[in-house]
């Protein structure tokens, strides 16, 4: 059957299972049972079926709205909304009221049977009533909703609870509120014989672990499983043809859950070792005899249980001591065999077999029980091959020897730490041995250890054990542990382990491109090491179950509110607009409160210094902050704490800048404040009533750098306990007026961004990235197709080091299979890091800027919004970004700050463009005045410093006269033909093109008053366009248009093509250059939708283009574009790039040597990209060899890597990508590296250490340069 925006669960994902329910008698055919898996448990559905055989239907609906509407990547953002969840239920009803047969129903509870539309819960009545079976999970009807009368009437459980939702706020209902205060937990009990409980070993679970929900006994119901007082667990009863059972337990899906269990742990929090409810003391599987539990409800339910029950054995003296269990069933239908499986403490199968004549299982002659133990008997009755029953029963022997202490001398360790661990040994009756293991997370033996020992014959003695001592080392392993098993007669028959013992990480910075994804808590721990393998196998580096690279929390809080928490802040908004008293206009919490930091302080230390020793890359300081709530625009903050702080900001401003202090402000306001204490400044309302900005910009960047002190003084705190930590920030916002985004600022204290793709974020982070930033970006949400491929690629370009996943929901299926969107972003992930390119292109090589900058202006973003012309600010800059990149250069940001300090010069800037740079402090008009006079080039578009860096307005610009213009208006507004562009015959500088098409003249004011413009208005022939002045050595242009619809125009061939001809020309007024001209097959420029980027390493260099992707998507509150992708490529477009110089050229992605030339032709179709080597000399070959190529287990192993061309003096470095390959063929993702090869190592020696338990025969070791695809193997045994 098929339902809207749901999966057909497939089984086919997954490890091995116990098969010992299979095949079941059962009357006939197979079961067929319908269930309604959850978003976050649904593979426990999928364990069921894989154990049982069953066939099966399903409806996915999950108690969060969140997991509906975000969980599933192939429906992402579809499904339902906070409050609006009817597709699932509509499926429910869809699959109940059909004329599909189902034996038996599973039915959760979800979040209520009120929930359940009417037709559904009727239908569920009529067809217990005509003879399914109907297994009840958690039954109960919903908090503040009528009582559903159909689960009255079917349930054998009566709840005594009722649980709702959380109200979230300004969200409404969604969030489920698991009733924890009523959750109760007991040794469970079977109340009576039944078939349902028949052979399970409650006694032998840990159910005190669990927990139950308060419920009664419906009337006429027979409680199957209660506690030692009483309380119903279980219960059942008939209804109609049908049988009803129903479970009371705190559930996952089917299973009971954890009773620490809450669900709480955040997403950005990937430190497992803190989840609830994830470790048991249990020893052995016990979630097993759940299922199997479960198993026997619904066949019981169905009416198919075999007239064959295993009964309790009997346990028989026989000669001597020795006992023997006597094994019979009852009932009508006699089983031909009853097989047996003996199982320690530990799931090991010490012995099995089938019983004897007369069912007689002889325990005490089995050698492999002679040392003692706990032991557990799993027996199945078959006839002809069929299961007609099972049970499991257990026992205890005395140990013949044990572990009465352990010490172990860490809880954690630093790289190169020795650990120790002694051990007492009680008894000793007999001779055997101690084996202590050392064993990361992925079961790698590190180090063993084996100790004899002789017995007394009396088993009295204490035998005293120090093991092998253990030197701690970094690696992909977050922990180890140690093991003691003791051995007597060849089994094992104890094992102590310690607490997993965690190794702090040696290196914490990102050294490759890495992809992270945090793990998701389900209780239990189960399925830890699937997700695991299933984060690998996508391509996820990092934060999957056991990585030693882990993200943490901070403690830090209130420096933002997310969409869904709005409501007070919403609230005050209205309350200001309604009033217009600045009461409200106050920031909760106050990031200048004393009393805030006091808290901040006390919640960062604890939690850093809870979590340091994990060696986190970073601490998470927020998701999406701002100063209001994401780029709102509210004139915060007004309270006493940020007037105070502001206040002595401004003495600073204006004072130690030698401005003339209160005088100064005074003058710079346009106010009369006789103190420091009087002074206020405006609102956005006061600032324009009364032309007077200054007061409302200097508030405005008071409340930037309240922000950016925010995040110095957590970055502060966090150091001050964990001096290598840094800080996150997640989900960064652009840089507006409101949002307290000031890029460059932020870049000296946040050590980990995690950009959203809004405000040409990516630009400004590659920018202003400090060495060892980590530049990281959110993806997933659903994207898949070109579009999820076309995204990576790009943020590889865009530098960024780091993609994180949101989330495991959307990209692994409650079935575990992948997502649609999932697959389509392995593809690049896997290819950029297992093929070197990340560390190829972000470590070991300097993006080319092609010399050219552009100005990130703060002041300028301020004035732009007083000016109440924000929007076209920002398509402006936009505009240019397209602009410079349609025309195949590369480009940095570079902040007011820079260029006060002098990194034009400093940095060999030869361009600087100004996009809409209206406002500029007096330091940087002379710094780019030296700029030009140096030789540089600068280009202003329109209303070029037409305000200082308080947004005073000025009457003429800061660079008029640098320009050589004169101007009789300051209005950037349209005007009277001023879309036509008359040349300039005498314009010296480059050849005219007759018309400029598709833009506007910015400003009617604009004359020439020293150097030539390029155009004038064809009206007046007055107003000046594109003029340009040589000044010193440089020359100063001013365009007088703006690129607001560049990026619409693009498009447009003749339009676009006249703009970027243009560019280029001005481009070509000073010395910047690019290393390669990308050009169609017939040597005309490539046209928009290209982006070209150039790597320096050394003497090598490397040249990239990227093909856009057509359409646009729409942005959401967060700007984040979610959902579907575009799916096909469609046709290539013939391209070449030809080259600045001759060089060995690679093409990379297919590793193909293109020749020594000074081109390459490609097909490049839409969202694709095309990568090329350019080498000083061929690589002919990689050496590679070791001098041992026997390798033995638990020691280490050398190879030596070096790069053969034809120069022996290697002047840039390579990345190798070493890999090993087992016997059976299957690369070994814990051996893979990435290593890069200097320009003054011609070999590299890479050692390697080979676990004890490593696969014995014959592996191979492959070595690939990144660069070339240039590949050598080399094959060892191992032994």
Same mark, same amino acid.
């Given at each position: ?8 669960y497939?089984?086919?994902v997954?490890?091995?299972y116990p098969?010992?329910?299979?095949p ?6 197979k079961?067929?049972l319908?269930?309604v ?16 055989? @069953?066939?099966?239907?399903?409806v996915?609906i ?7 509407k975000w969980g599933f990547?192939?429906?992402?953002d579809?499904?339902?909304?906070v409050?609006?969840?009817h597709?699932m239920?509509?499926n429910?009803e869809?699959a109940?009221?059909s ?13 209520g049977?009120a ?6 819960r009727a239908?569920i009545?009529?067809?217990?009533e $005509? ?9 109960f ?11 009255e009437?079917l349930s054998?459980l009566?709840n ?18 698991v009733?924890f205060?009523?959750?109760r ?11 349902v409980?028949?052979g ?5 679970l840990?159910?005190?672990e669990?927990?139950?929900y308060p419920?009664?006994?419906?009337e006429g119901a ?6 030692p007082?009483g ?13 009803v059972i ?5 559930p ?6 954890h009773?620490?269990?809450t669900?709480?742990?955040s997403?950005f ?6 989840w ?13 005899s759940?299922?199997e539990?479960?198993f026997r409800?619904?066949v ?8 064959? +029950?295993?009964e ?14 006597q094994?019979r069933?009852?009932?009508?239908v ?8 003996i199982?320690?403490?530990y799931? #090991?199968?010490?012995?099995?077999g089938s ?10 002659e089995?050698p492999?029980l002679a040392a003692g ?5 799993e027996?199945n009755?078959?006839a002809e091959?069929?299961l007609l029953d099972f049970?499991t029963y257990g026992f205890s022997?005395?140990?013949?020897a ?6 172990v ?15 007492c040994?009680?008894?000793g009756?007999s ?11 992925y079961g ?9 020992f002789?017995g007394d ?6 035998i ?16 180890i542990?140690?093991?003691?098993d ?7 028959i104890q ?6 013992i965690v190794?702090?990480?040696?290196r914490r910075?990102?050294?490759?491109f890495?992809?992270?994804?945090a793990?998701?808590?389900?209780? %239990?721990g ?12 996508l391509?996820i580096t990092?934060?999957?179950?056991g ?6 929390m ?5 420096l933002?509110?997310?969409w869904y928490?709005?409501?007070p802040?919403v ?6 607009y309604?009033?217009?008293d600045?009461?409200?206009?106050v920031? +909760? ?9 006091e808290?901040m302080e ?5 939690k850093?210094?809870?979590f340091?020793h994990f ?11 701002s100063l209001?709530?994401y780029?709102d625009?509210l004139?915060?903050?007004f309270?006493s704490h ?13 004072t #130690?800048?030698g401005?003339g202090g209160i005088?100064?402000?005074n003058?710079?306001?346009?106010t009369s404040f006789?103190?420091?204490e009087d @002074?206020i400044?405006y609102?956005?309302e006061?600032?324009?009533a009364?032309l ?10 008071f409340?930037?750098?309240?922000? @950016? ?6 970055a502060a ?9 840094v800080?996150r920030m997640?989900g960064?916002?652009?840089s507006t007026?409101y ?6 600022r ?6 980990y961004?995690?950009a959203?793709g ?8 590659r920018?202003f ?9 959110w ?10 491929s ?9 530098g960024?080091?780091l ?5 495991e ?5 409650p079935?575990?299979t992948?997502s649609?969107?999932?697959r389509d972003f ?15 292109l972000l ?16 002041a ?8 109440s ?7 402006n ?7 410079l990149e ?5 480009y ?5 700050q ?7 010069q400093q940095?060999?800037f030869?361009?600087?463009?100004l996009?809409?740079?209206i ?6 008009t ?7 006079q140096?030789g ?11 305000? #200082? ?12 006269s ?7 208006s ?7 033909i001023? $879309?036509?562009?008359v040349?300039n015959?005498?314009f ?15 400003e009617?004011?604009?004359?020439s008053?020293?150097g030539?413009?390029a ?10 366009? +594109?003029?340009?002045?040589s ?13 607001t ?9 003749s339009?676009g093509?006249?703009i970027?001809a243009l560019l ?5 007024l000073?010395a910047a ?6 050009q169609?097959a017939g040597g005309a420029?490539?046209?928009?939708g290209?982006?070209?980027f150039?790597?320096r390493?050394?003497?090598a260099?490397y ?6 992707m057509?359409g646009?998507?729409?942005?959401g %509150?967060?700007g984040?574009?979610?959902?579907a ?5 469609g046709?290539?477009?013939?391209l070449?790039?030809v080259?600045?110089k ?25 969202g694709?990209t095309k990568?090329?080597a350019?080498?000083?000399?061929r690589?002919?070959g ?8 026997e390798w ?6 050398s ?7 034809d120069d022996?003096q290697?002047?840039?470095?390579s ?6 390959t ?6 070994q993702w814990?051996?893979?590296?990435n290593l ?12 390697l250490f080979?676990?004890?338990n ?10 690939k340069?990144a660069?070339?695809?240039i590949?050598?193997r080399?094959?060892v045994m191992?032994a």
């Open positions: 059957m098929e339902y809207q925006y749901d999966i057909k497939d089984i086919s997954g490890e091995a098969d010992r329910l299979q079941f008698a059962g009357g006939g055919s079961l067929k319908f269930f898996p959850s978003v976050k448990y649904g593979r426990e559905i999928v364990e069921f079926i894989r154990r049982t055989g @069953v066939q099966y239907e399903t996915t999950d108690r969060a709205w969140d997991l509906n990547g192939d429906f992402y579809i499904r339902a909304s409050d609006d969840q597709i239920y509509d429910l869809k109940m009221t004329e599909e047969h189902y034996d038996v129903l599973v039915i959760p509870g979800v979040n049977w929930h359940f539309t009417a037709a559904t239908a009545v009529r067809r217990v $005509n003879g399914a079976g109907l297994v009840l999970i958690r039954p009807h919903g908090q503040d909703k009528p009582k559903s009368p159909e689960l009437a054998p009566v005594q609870f009722e649980e709702g939702f959380a109200v979230d706020n300004n969200a409404g209902e969604g969030y489920p509120k009733r205060d009523l959750l937990s007991d040794k469970w009990e079977a109340a009576k014989p039944h078939y409980t028949s399970i070993p409650l006694e032998l840990p159910c005190e669990l927990a139950y419920y009664q006994a419906a027979e409680v199957l499983i209660a506690t007082d309380e119903p667990i279980a219960a059942a009863r008939n209804y109609g043809r049908g049988r129903a479970f009371g337990y705190y996952r899906d089917i299973l009971p859950q009773k620490d269990y669900g709480k742990e997403t929090d990937a430190v497992i070792d803190r609830q409810g994830v470790r048991s003391d249990c020893t052995f599987a016990f979630l097993e759940f299922y539990l479960a409800s619904v019981w339910t169905a009416r198919r249980e075999p007239d064959c +029950v295993l309790r054995p009997e346990r028989t003296e026989r000669t001597g001591q020795q006992e023997a269990w094994i069933t009852s009932g009508s006699a089983p031909d065999e009853i097989r047996y499986t199982k320690n403490g799931d #090991d199968v010490v012995d099995a019983c004897g004549n007369g069912g007689l299982l002889a325990l005490m089995k492999s133990g706990d032991f557990r008997v027996l009755a078959y091959g069929e049970a022997l005395p140990l013949a044990s572990i009465s202490e352990a010490n001398s860490h809880q954690t360790a630093a790289s190169g730490e020795i650990i120790e661990s002694s051990f040994l009680q008894g009756s001779p055997g041995r101690l084996v202590v293991q050392i064993v990361d997370d790698q033996v590190l180090q063993q250890s084996e100790h004899e002789s014959g009396a088993g009295t003695n204490v005293r054990v120090h093991a092998a001592p253990y030197r701690a080392h970094a690696s992909k392993s977050m922990h542990t140690v093991h003691a003791v051995h007597v007669g060849g089994i094992r094992r102590w382990s310690s607490d997993p190794v702090t990480p040696e910075r990102i050294e490759d890495e992809v992270f994804t793990p998701q808590n389900r209780g %239990h189960d399925f830890l090491h699937l997700v695991g393998e299933r984060f690998r196998e391509g990092g934060l999957y179950p990585s030693a690279k882990t993200l943490t901070s403690g830090a809080e209130g933002g509110i997310y928490h709005r409501a802040y609230e005050r908004k209205e309350k200001y309604r009033t217009k600045k009461q409200f206009l920031r +909760v919490p106050c990031l200048n409160d004393p009393e805030f930091w808290g006390r919640k960062v230390t604890s850093v210094s809870a340091k060696g986190p890359i970073a601490y998470f300081a927020n998701d999406e902050g209001t709530c780029t625009e004139d915060l903050c309270c940020c007037m105070r702080e502001m206040r002595e900001w401004l003495k600073l401003e204006y #130690d800048r401005a005088a100064a402000l003058q710079a306001w346009s006789a103190d420091w @002074v400044p609102t956005r006061e600032a324009k009364k007077s900005y200054a007061p409302w910009a200097d508030h405005r960047r409340m930037e750098h309240t922000f @950016v002190e925010a995040y110095r003084r957590i705190i966090v150091r001050s306990v964990d001096e290598e930590g800080i997640s960064c916002q652009a007026a949002s307290g985004y000031d890029y460059y932020l870049h000296q204290h946040v050590g961004f995690e959203y809004v405000g040409n974020q990516y630009e400004f982070h920018s990235a400090r060495p060892g930033t980590i530049i990281g970006g993806f997933g949400y659903g994207v898949d197709g070109v579009t999820a076309h995204s990576v690629w790009h943020a590889l370009y865009h960024l080091t993609c994180n996943l949101f989330w929901f959307s990209l692994i299926n079935d575990y992948f649609e969107s999932a392995s593809l690049p992930f896997k290819e950029i890091r297992e093929e070197g390119l990340g560390k190829l470590h070991a090589s300097e993006r080319d800027h092609c010399g050219i900058a552009v100005h990130y202006s703060m300028s973003v301020r004035g732009a919004t007083i000016a012309d924000k929007t076209r600010f920002e398509k800059r936009q505009g240019w970004i397209h602009l349609d025309c195949g250069y590369q940095v940001f570079l902040a007011s820079q260029i006060e300090a002098g990194e034009l940095r060999g030869k361009l600087l463009v996009p809409y740079s406002a500029l402090s007096a330091e940087e002379e710094a780019i005045a030296r700029f030009v140096d540089g080039v600068v280009i202003g578009d329109f209303q070029t410093g037409l305000m #200082d860096r308080h947004c005073a307005l000025l009457e003429q610009g800061q660079l008029d640098l320009l050589g213009i004169e101007r009789l300051r209005e950037a507004e349209p005007f009277y001023n $879309n036509e562009f040349p015959a005498d010296p500088y480059f050849k005219l093109n007759e018309e400029i098409q598709g833009v506007k003249f910015a009617i004011g604009i004359r008053k020293e030539q413009p155009f004038r208005d064809d009206f007046m022939r007055l107003v000046s366009a +594109v003029h340009v002045r000044v010193g050595a440089g020359k100063a242009v001013y365009l007088n248009i703006a690129m619809d560049y990026t619409e125009l693009r498009e447009i061939g339009q093509a006249s970027r280029r020309e001005l481009v070509g000073s250059g690019k290393p390669a001209e990308l169609q420029e490539a046209h928009a290209y982006e070209s150039y790597y390493n050394g003497s260099s040249v990239a283009v990227i093909r856009g057509s646009k998507r729409a942005l %509150h967060d984040l574009a979610v959902g992708g575009k799916k096909q490529q046709e290539e477009e013939q070449r790039f080259f600045a001759q060089a060995h050229v690679y093409d990379i992605r297919e590793q193909r040597y293109v020749g020594l030339t000074d081109k390459a032709e490609f097909g490049l179709a839409e694709d990568l090329f350019l080498l000083p000399c690589v002919n990689i050496s590679l060899s070791s001098q041992n190529q033995k287990r638990g020691e280490k192993a190879i030596s890597i070096g790069l053969m061309t022996s290697l002047q840039f470095t990345v190798i990508c070493f890999q090993l087992d016997p059976d063929g299957k690369q814990l051996y893979d590296e890069t090869l200097t320009s003054t190592q011609a070999t590299h020696s890479h050692e080979i676990p004890f490593e696969r014995t025969g014959k592996w191979t070791v492959t070595a340069d660069a070339t695809g590949s050598a080399l094959e191992l």
